[in-house]
Structure formats: structure tokens, C-alpha cells
């Protein structure tokens, strides 16, 4: 036995003249049967004449195999063909022994010498099924037991005649043996009141008395279908030797034995009156043979029933690759196998194994309410003997269960009441996906054991196909997400075979190349490349015959004829086996990378402005404002008769458009913008279109319309004059050399419907309206969208940066303001700038020099590194009666204000200084003095921490360059606010 293979092995068949053979080898189990069959199946196909099965190495034979073997078996000599088991070995004959299938196969064993088997060879054949039955259904009495029959007679009539004392012939001593000694159960009893009088040794025996004369023992009670109105002794005429019918009965002994008997009652003559003697053969181990034949044919014919059904089955499940009918089907079988199931679900676990979901159900009331039913850990359905659920999760295993579960559940079930369910796990070869619950409404004892047998198979094969439906369904959903994201993916991506030719196309490909999917896979990549002597092109097609990664950048030929330039990375890629079996392409079109490239290099030279310009902003602007303060000075000092008025306002006028040109550049390029102040708009209006004026055209007539009354609102001057600027010379440029422009300012107090900004953050306040028209070509309705955009010009190159309007845009924005648009093809176009009013009482210059003259003498504090603004403020302060101690930087200031701190009334503070910087100055100066008031002022102010304070108006601020009279004004409104 130790050298006989453990593992199973199985030969191909082999075919030798009119023989076919296959050789078993080792454990041959279920698992093995599909290569049994398959063995077979290769036989049948060329019908041999005969079947040898070389048993000889075999070591183990299961129950199905053999099962398939009988069955073959019969099959085979229905068709004139024969199957023989050669050699097989007696731990082999032992399981067909017990199987009680060795006398129906044709088995060949090996020689005695060899054999540890101790074969009954008397015992005799079992009969086939037929016979048995022939044997049960004949009631007639066979020649043995008649003439077994015919010495009992023959004996108990010598006892009798021995009884009266008749004379004896030579044979009465062998007949009384014989009587005495019969291996059948004779009883003779009173016909009348069923009371036996007498019995052979055996009877009294197996009654379990030694005298029936001294004992009550009725032959009903032996016999119960003995009934006592019947008399089968007198129903047939007599026969030789006074036998009658030979009835099959079963027969009570003592301690409750049971025997099955084949019975004989024949009347016999007694001194006082007629009794009947029951002469019982003991067919007992035949009729167990039989009944147990006929178990086995039924066990047989069943397992072959359910195989076949099994196989069916498994079939079945192997074509559904959907998770919904597989499960019906997996539950359609098992209602099929336990027929006493009138009910059934099948819940799968989730990904996470912390759910169970009602997959199907068939036999419910309302099936359908159990669709939706998802059980979390731990819950289960009332009713059902659930604890094996969560078992494997460890989780409380008691019927807890929520609302809903319950609610779903009772309104499935009802009106019924289950009486008794099972649940049988789904078990795959690698994992448990699930449960199959099966019910019955009916009978509380439906389900037995076997049919938890019988549904192993089932489930095994339904979970198997269970678990492949998974990894098709993972497959199938890996394959959409994958398809999802490359047809999502904004880049064109497609791929070549190791031919090169096209073999997947994206959406983003379709757009870019203008061939669909379908005509472009298929074609060589060459079709979609316009110049194939680049050398760009040469390492592309060098990268796809190497299969290698190759990334540049390489223009590529649409349907239309025209080439984009793009940008690719091709890489290639692998099958299972790690193969390169082609090239994936990634393709950008760079069309709009290279516009922002040429966008950014003009950024970067406005940026570049813009830093040269922030390094000089603030020297620039001290030069400025001393040109500027000075000029307005000497305008206040000289009167309007004089000759020299006139110089003053031009000098003025030109350092003012010097300053707004510098503002304007900072505005563009560094994104900087001026604090916001209180602003009388329509002034700021009027000074603004004074600088427009000259660059207007002869043709193009410019007109303004004002508000009678002064408008105030908080705004940075400068960025408002640069929207008014923008917005003319756009006009104008929309006119060429005639037309009109026209300039409104007015009141307003709702929203408009069609903004072209956000909604502002307030809107139940005034709006102070600006309003620019032109009568020239209008706007197209496709270019409103992208007029606000930076960089987008309509205008010729060298014409115009793309920034303007979208600086009017920002600023308006930025001051909580919104914008409307009307435009219409050769009729013109329309701005409308609405900016929040802030409603403050007019200035006048009998007020401003009435609160002059109060504050006349006060001390001043100016700091600034610059001496020309120094000089200015000191000059235009004490002109105006003021005393004035100046500093050239934030520390020198400092100092002289601790000296005395209640010298001084006000501080003019520069922001950006040397050594200390206006904002170090102000919080030293706060420690000192809390609330002292503080003017700051710069041409060009970065952002400090001073800017949330300057925008409340807890701090004031004067923009450089300024006219003396703003900054007397700011001067004097600041100190009356303080007193």
C-alpha cells in the first residue's frame, strides 16, 4: 500500500483492437468526477466493444464515481457493450461490498493470495430489483417450504398419534425429531377464541414460555394482521398434504422482535375438536435483503436523479455571469432539491462584509419588499434561525433587527407564519460570499438532514459561480470605470498595436484629429501626422518600432487638412505576460499654451515694468508731488489777474497727468491700487476728462452731463480715473475719426436685471451711476463673454495690451460696485459703472476757512525721507498758520515725539522710510499717545497691516503727489473731528 500513489491520477484512454482501458489510480474522489466523465465521454464517442477500468493502483473509490459506474455500466449493456473492473483490490471490494453494488458490476479482483478480504461466497446473489419484486408480489408456496411443509405435518400427526397411545412405524421416532427439531415456528391454536394450545421448541422459544398450556398467549397478538373475523386456513380448497396459503406476515415476538414470516395454516385433527397449526418460515434476512435492494436501487436511481440535476445545474450557473439571475436561478434550484421548501431568499455580503443584501426571493407573499432589504451587522429577520449571519464577524448573534428590517420582513410575509426555515451558508472553494435561507410556512419538521446534504453540491457550485460572477462584474466595472476616465480625461489618448495601428480612440481624439472612433481604428499612425520628414517625426516613428517612451512636441494633421501643434508622450504597453504589445498615445494641444506663453512674456515685461516701476514709484512721486504742491501753492498766492495764474495751472496740470501716468503704470502691472478715500465723483470726473480730451479725435464729439449736486463715495481716485480713462478711450477707439461719445453721472436706487459682474454686497443703498456711450459699430454677442478677459484685444498688434477693460472690471469689483453692458450691432454701445454713494453734507470754502482759522497755531509733525516734500509741506502749512517741526525718517520722528508728545496736534507720515517706516511709527507713536491723530501719505504704498484701519477711516490717508489745497483740507478736517 505504500507504494500506491495518495494523489489522484487518471490515464487518457487508451484503445486496443475492439478494447478501450483506462487506468485509476490513488484517492479517486468527487472532485475527480469531472475527469472520470470526461474519460468516458471520449469512450462513448468511439464505442468500443469493451470497458476495461484498470483498478489495480486504485486506493479509494467514492460513492458518486461508482454511482457514474453503474450507471455506465447498465448503459453499456443496453448497447450490446460491456464494462469490467479489472484487478481491483480488496480495500476497494470492501467499499463496493458495502455499497452493495459488487453482484450489479462485472468486477475482476485479484487473486486470492493477495486479497485480506474474507469474501461470503455462500452467501447467494442478491436478486436484481425485478426478481425481489416477482419474489414479494407471488403468495403462492414454493416446493421447499411446501415440503418443509409436508415433514411438519407428517411429525406433528405421529406426536398426535403418540398422545393416544396408537401404535408407532419404523419412521415416527425421525418425524417427532423432525417436529422437535424444524428450523420453522409451528403454533397450534383454537381457531375459535385464538388461544394457542401448543408449539415446537423454537415457538415456545421465541414466544418466551416453556408450556403454552399453562400460559394465555393469543395469535392476534403474535400476529397482528391476523384479524379475528378472518380464517385464511378455510378460503382455499385443501391441498396434498392439507397445506392452504402461504401469506407473508410480520410477526411480535417477546422483547419486541419483529420478524418477517412466510405463514402456512393448515387445520389438523384433535381428541376434542378441530385446531389450526400456523407453520412460520423465518424469511426475514430475505425480505431485509429485498427491502434493502430496493433502497438501493431507489438510493441509486436518486443519486443518479441528482447528479444529473446537479449537473444541470451547475451548467446553468456557469452561462449566467449576472449576479441577479444567478442568484435566482442558485434559488430556483434549491426550491427544486428541497421540495418541502415553499419559500426562499439568497442574501450576499457587500465588499466591506458588514451588510447582507437581499439579492432574490421567490415564494413570499410580497417578494418584492425584501428587493431593498440591506441587513446591517448584527441584525437579522424575527423568525428566522439566523445566528450563523454575523457569526464569523463575531458579532451579538441575538434576533436584533431595526424598524425598517421589521417592517419589510412582516409585510413580505404576511398573513403567513413561517413554522420552520433553514439557512445554509454559500461556500465557495475560496471564500463565503453569502447565505441561502429557505422556509416553509407549513410544517414545522420540513427540513432533514438530507437535504442539507443534497444542497451542498448545489451551493458549492452556485457560490463558485457566485464568486466568478464577481470577478466578471469587477472586470466589467474596472472596464467602464477605465473607459469612463479616458473618454472624461480633456487630452486626447489613444493607443497602436505593435503594427501601429490605431486600436482604441477617445472622445478627446475625436475633437482634436476630427476622425470618430470608428474610421479611426484600424489606420496606421502615419494618417494622422502631417510632415514625416521632421525631426520630431523621425523620433517617433524610431520610439514605435523600438516600442520605447518617446515625449516632444510635433504638429499633427486633422481630417480637415489642418496641422496642430502638440505636445506627446508615448509609452508603451504591457499584456499579461509583460510583453510590450504596442504604444500609448497622450496628446495636448498646445494651440492655447502657446497663446499664455505669449501672453506671459507679455506679462512678464509688464511685470517687469511694473518692479522697475515699484523701486522708483516713491522718488518719482516725491519729485512729482513737490512740482505739483508747489505749482498749487504758488496758484493760491497769485491772483487771477495775474499773467503768471496761467503758467501756475499749466505746470499743475502736467505734473498731474505725470502723476496719473505713473499711477497708471503701477495700476497695470503690479495690480497695486490706491486706499480708498471720500471722493467728490463729479470733480474727479471733470479733472479726468480734461486729460482725455486732447487725445479725442477732431470728428469725435465728447460730451458730459453731470449731476447739479456734489455725489461722495469711497473710492481710490486714481483706480476710478483710470475706469473713466479706459472706458473714453475704448469709446474712442471704437470710432476711428468720427462720432460721439457721451459721458453721464447720475443717481440711481435699484440693481439692474442684466449685470455683467456679481451681485454686489450691498444692495439696498444709492448708486452713483457713471455712464459711457458711443455711436460706434457695437459688440458681437459671441465676444461680450470674453471682452473682460485679460489679454483679449479685438485691436491690430501693437494696438492695445487686452488689459483694459478687464481693469475696469477688477476695480469695480473691488469697490462692491457693479457693471451693465448694452450694445447692439451699428447702433453703438453703452458702460454703465455703478459705485455705492456715500451721502455726506458739500464743503464749502466759507466753512473750510472758518475752521481754518481755529485751528491756526497748532504743531505738525512731517516726516518723510524726501526734502523737497518736506519743504513743501513745511511751507504750505506755516503759510497757512501752522507750526511745523519736520523728521527725515521714522526714528529721528520718534524721538522728537517723545520728547514732548503733547506738542503736537497732528503727523503727516510718510509710509515708506529708512531706518523706521511710517507703520513702525504710527504703533510706537499710539503706545505713547492712543488716539493721536495721524495723516499717512505715499505715492507708492505696499501692503502693511495699517490697511484695514485705512479703509474703516480710523486712519486717514492722502495719496502722493497732492495740491496744497488737499492737503490743507485733510489737515483742517482731521482737526476738528479731534476737537
Known amino acids: 500500500m505504500n507504494d500506491i500513489p495518495t494523489h489522484k491520477s487518471l490515464e487518457i484512454p487508451k484503445l486496443e483492437d475492439d478494447e478501450a482501458i483506462i487506468k485509476i489510480s490513488g484517492f479517486f474522489n468527487q472532485k475527480n468526477m469531472e475527469d472520470l466523465e470526461r474519460a468516458l465521454s471520449t469512450i462513448d464517442q468511439k464505442k468500443p466493444r469493451t470497458l476495461s477500468i484498470d483498478c489495480s493502483q486504485l486506493v479509494h473509490l467514492d460513492t458518486p464515481n461508482i454511482a457514474l459506474l453503474v450507471g455506465k455500466h447498465n448503459e453499456y449493456r443496453v448497447q450490446g457493450r460491456s464494462m469490467v473492473l479489472r484487478s481491483v483490490p480488496p480495500s476497494v471490494m470492501k467499499i463496493l461490498k458495502l455499497s452493495r453494488l459488487d453482484n450489479i458490476l462485472h468486477i475482476d479482483t485479484l487473486p486470492a493470495e493477495s486479497s485480506d478480504l474474507d469474501l461470503d461466497v455462500g452467501v447467494p446473489?442478491?436478486?436484481?430489483?425485478?426478481?425481489?419484486?416477482?419474489?414479494?408480489?407471488?403468495?403462492?408456496?414454493?416446493?421447499?417450504?411446501?415440503?418443509?411443509?409436508?415433514?411438519?405435518?407428517?411429525?406433528?400427526?405421529?406426536?398426535?398419534?403418540e398422545s393416544l397411545g396408537l401404535d408407532r412405524s419404523p419412521g415416527d421416532d425421525f418425524a417427532s425429531t423432525l417436529f422437535r427439531s424444524s428450523s420453522d415456528t409451528i403454533f397450534l391454536f383454537n381457531p375459535v377464541d385464538g388461544f394457542v394450545v401448543d408449539g415446537n421448541p423454537l415457538a415456545r422459544e421465541r414466544v418466551g414460555v416453556n408450556d403454552f398450556s399453562g400460559e394465555k398467549v393469543l395469535i392476534h397478538q403474535l400476529c397482528s394482521e391476523l384479524k379475528s373475523d378472518e380464517k385464511p386456513w378455510a378460503e382455499a380448497p385443501d391441498t396434498q398434504g392439507g397445506a392452504r396459503i402461504a401469506l407473508d406476515q410480520t410477526w411480535q415476538f417477546s422483547e419486541n422482535v419483529r420478524r418477517q414470516m412466510k405463514v402456512t395454516y393448515v387445520p389438523v385433527d384433535h381428541p376434542d375438536e378441530g385446531y389450526v397449526m400456523a407453520i412460520c418460515q423465518d424469511v426475514t434476512p430475505e425480505w431485509d435483503l429485498e427491502v434493502e435492494n430496493r433502497n438501493l436501487q431507489k438510493q441509486l436511481k436518486g443519486s443518479l436523479r441528482d447528479l444529473s440535476f446537479l449537473e444541470k445545474r451547475t451548467r446553468d450557473f456557469n452561462r449566467l455571469l449576472e449576479r441577479e439571475p444567478l442568484c435566482f436561478s442558485i434559488l430556483d434550484g434549491a426550491l427544486e432539491v428541497v421540495q418541502e421548501a415553499e419559500a426562499g431568499m439568497v442574501l450576499l455580503f457587500n465588499s466591506q462584509l458588514n451588510r447582507l443584501t437581499v439579492r432574490a426571493a421567490i415564494g413570499f407573499p410580497r417578494s418584492d419588499r425584501l428587493s431593498q432589504v440591506s441587513l446591517k451587522q448584527g441584525e437579522v429577520f424575527p423568525g428566522i434561525q439566523s445566528e450563523l449571519f454575523w457569526h464569523h464577524l463575531k458579532s451579538d448573534p441575538s434576533d436584533t433587527h431595526s424598524i425598517e428590517i421589521r417592517t419589510s420582513w412582516e409585510e413580505?410575509?404576511?398573513?403567513?407564519?413561517?413554522?420552520?426555515?433553514?439557512?445554509?451558508?454559500?461556500?465557495?472553494?475560496?471564500?463565503?460570499?453569502?447565505?441561502?435561507?429557505?422556509?416553509?410556512?407549513?410544517?414545522?419538521?420540513?427540513?432533514?438532514?438530507?437535504?442539507?446534504?443534497?444542497?451542498?453540491?448545489?451551493?458549492?457550485?452556485?457560490?463558485?459561480?457566485?464568486?466568478?460572477?464577481?470577478?466578471?462584474?469587477?472586470?466589467?466595472?474596472?472596464?467602464?470605470?477605465?473607459?469612463?476616465?479616458?473618454?472624461?480625461?480633456?487630452?486626447?489618448?489613444?493607443?497602436?498595436?505593435?503594427?501601429?495601428?490605431?486600436?482604441?480612440?477617445?472622445?478627446?481624439?475625436?475633437?482634436?484629429?476630427?476622425?470618430?472612433?470608428?474610421?479611426?481604428?484600424?489606420?496606421?499612425?502615419?494618417?494622422?501626422?502631417?510632415?514625416?520628414?521632421?525631426?520630431?517625426?523621425?523620433?517617433?516613428?524610431?520610439?514605435?518600432?523600438?516600442?520605447?517612451?518617446?515625449?516632444?512636441?510635433?504638429?499633427?494633421?486633422?481630417?480637415?487638412?489642418e496641422t496642430v501643434p502638440t505636445r506627446h508622450i508615448v509609452q508603451p504597453f504591457l499584456n499579461t505576460e509583460g510583453i510590450k504589445k504596442g504604444m500609448v498615445f497622450v496628446v495636448e494641444d498646445i494651440r492655447?499654451?502657446?497663446?499664455?506663453?505669449?501672453?506671459?512674456?507679455?506679462?512678464?515685461?509688464?511685470?517687469?515694468?511694473?518692479?522697475?516701476a515699484g523701486g522708483i514709484a516713491h522718488d518719482f512721486n516725491n519729485l512729482i508731488g513737490a512740482i505739483l504742491g508747489y505749482a498749487s501753492f504758488l496758484r493760491s498766492q497769485l491772483g487771477d489777474d495775474d499773467k503768471n495764474t496761467r503758467y501756475a495751472e499749466v505746470i499743475e496740470s502736467t505734473a498731474e497727468q505725470a502723476s496719473q501716468l505713473t499711477r497708471k503704470l503701477l495700476e497695470f502691472a503690479s495690480g497695486s491700487s490706491d486706499q480708498k478715500i471720500l471722493t467728490e465723483i463729479r470733480g474727479l470726473l471733470e479733472d479726468c476728462l480734461e486729460l482725455v480730451k486732447p487725445s479725442i479725435p477732431v470728428g469725435v464729439k465728447l460730451t458730459l452731463q453731470l449731476s447739479p449736486d456734489p455725489i461722495y463715495a469711497f473710492v481710490s481716485p486714481t483706480a476710478i480715473q483710470q475706469v473713466i480713462m479706459n472706458l473714453c478711450l475704448n469709446a474712442r477707439d471704437a470710432l476711428a475719426e468720427e462720432g460721439k461719445i457721451d459721458v453721464r453721472l447720475q443717481e440711481r436706487d435699484d440693481l439692474p436685471s442684466n449685470l455683467m459682474t456679481p451681485a454686489p454686497p450691498k444692495v439696498d443703498t444709492k448708486w452713483t451711476v457713471l455712464e459711457v456711450s458711443d455711436s460706434g459699430p457695437g459688440i458681437e454677442d459671441s465676444l461680450v463673454a470674453e471682452i473682460f478677459k485679460p489679454f483679449f484685444t479685438t485691436k491690430s498688434a501693437g494696438k492695445g495690451s487686452g488689459l483694459g477693460l478687464a481693469m475696469v472690471y477688477r476695480t469695480v469689483v473691488d469697490h462692491g460696485g457693479w457693471m451693465e453692458l448694452d450694445t447692439e450691432l451699428e447702433k453703438g454701445t453703452t458702460f454703465r459703472i455703478g459705485l455705492p454713494m456715500n451721502?455726506?453734507?458739500?464743503?464749502?470754502?466759507?466753512?473750510?476757512?472758518?475752521?481754518?482759522?481755529?485751528?491756526?497755531?497748532?504743531?505738525?509733525?512731517?516726516?518723510?525721507?524726501?526734502?523737497?516734500?518736506?519743504?513743501?509741506?513745511?511751507?504750505?502749512?506755516?503759510?497757512?498758520?501752522?507750526?511745523?517741526?519736520?523728521?527725515?525718517?521714522?526714528?529721528?520722528?520718534?524721538?522728537?515725539?517723545?520728547?514732548?508728545?503733547?506738542?503736537?496736534?497732528?503727523?503727516?507720515?510718510?509710509?515708506?522710510?529708512?531706518?523706521?517706516?511710517?507703520?513702525?511709527?504710527?504703533?510706537?507713536?499710539?503706545?505713547?499717545?492712543?488716539?493721536?491723530?495721524?495723516?499717512?501719505?505715499?505715492?507708492?504704498?505696499?501692503?502693511?497691516?495699517?490697511?484695514?484701519?485705512?479703509?474703516?477711516?480710523?486712519?486717514?490717508?492722502?495719496?502722493?503727489?497732492?495740491?496744497?489745497?488737499?492737503?490743507?483740507?485733510?489737515?483742517?478736517?482731521?482737526?476738528?473731528?479731534?476737537?
Not at 494622422?528 to 517625426?537: H, L, Q, R, T
Not at 502657446?594 to 511685470?607: G, P, S, T, V, Y
Open 125 to 161: 446473489k442478491v436478486p436484481t430489483p425485478g426478481e425481489v419484486q416477482g419474489i414479494i408480489e407471488s403468495m403462492e408456496i414454493d416446493e421447499r417450504h411446501m415440503e418443509s411443509t409436508r415433514r411438519i405435518l407428517s411429525a406433528y400427526r405421529q406426536l398426535h398419534e
Open 412 to 561: 413580505a410575509v404576511r398573513p403567513r407564519i413561517i413554522r420552520a426555515s433553514l439557512v445554509y451558508p454559500l461556500v465557495s472553494q475560496q471564500a463565503q460570499v453569502g447565505f441561502l435561507v429557505l422556509v416553509s410556512f407549513d410544517n414545522t419538521r420540513a427540513f432533514r438532514k438530507y437535504d442539507e446534504e443534497l444542497l451542498d453540491s448545489l451551493t458549492l457550485a452556485g457560490a463558485t459561480a457566485l464568486e466568478k460572477s464577481f470577478l466578471v462584474e469587477r472586470i466589467r466595472f474596472s472596464e467602464i470605470h477605465l473607459r469612463s476616465i479616458l473618454e472624461s480625461i480633456p487630452i486626447s489618448v489613444f493607443s497602436v498595436d505593435d503594427q501601429s495601428h490605431v486600436d482604441t480612440w477617445n472622445y478627446e481624439s475625436e475633437k482634436l484629429f476630427g476622425w470618430n472612433a470608428g474610421d479611426a481604428v484600424g489606420r496606421h499612425y502615419r494618417k494622422f501626422y502631417s510632415d514625416e520628414n521632421s525631426e520630431e517625426a523621425t523620433q517617433l516613428n524610431h520610439a514605435l518600432e523600438a516600442l520605447s517612451p518617446w515625449e516632444g512636441e510635433i504638429e499633427v494633421k486633422t481630417k480637415l487638412g
Open 592 to 612: 492655447r499654451l502657446i497663446e499664455l506663453r505669449d501672453q506671459m512674456m507679455k506679462a512678464q515685461k509688464l511685470e517687469s515694468v511694473g518692479v522697475l
Open 839 to 979: 451721502e455726506v453734507t458739500s464743503k464749502g470754502d466759507e466753512a473750510t476757512e472758518s475752521k481754518g482759522d481755529s485751528n491756526r497755531g497748532k504743531s505738525v509733525l512731517v516726516v518723510d525721507d524726501e526734502p523737497l516734500v518736506r519743504e513743501l509741506a513745511m511751507t504750505v502749512l506755516e503759510s497757512s498758520g501752522y507750526q511745523v517741526k519736520c523728521a527725515e525718517d521714522g526714528a529721528q520722528a520718534l524721538e522728537m515725539f517723545k520728547s514732548d508728545p503733547d506738542s503736537f496736534s497732528i503727523a503727516i507720515v510718510d509710509v515708506l522710510m529708512p531706518v523706521m517706516g511710517g507703520e513702525e511709527l504710527v504703533k510706537e507713536i499710539e503706545k505713547i499717545r492712543p488716539g493721536f491723530p495721524i495723516l499717512l501719505s505715499s505715492g507708492y504704498a505696499p501692503k502693511t497691516s495699517l490697511d484695514e484701519r485705512i479703509k474703516t477711516g480710523e486712519i486717514e490717508f492722502l495719496p502722493k503727489p497732492y495740491r496744497s489745497r488737499q492737503l490743507l483740507e485733510k489737515i483742517e478736517q482731521m482737526l476738528s473731528a479731534t476737537s
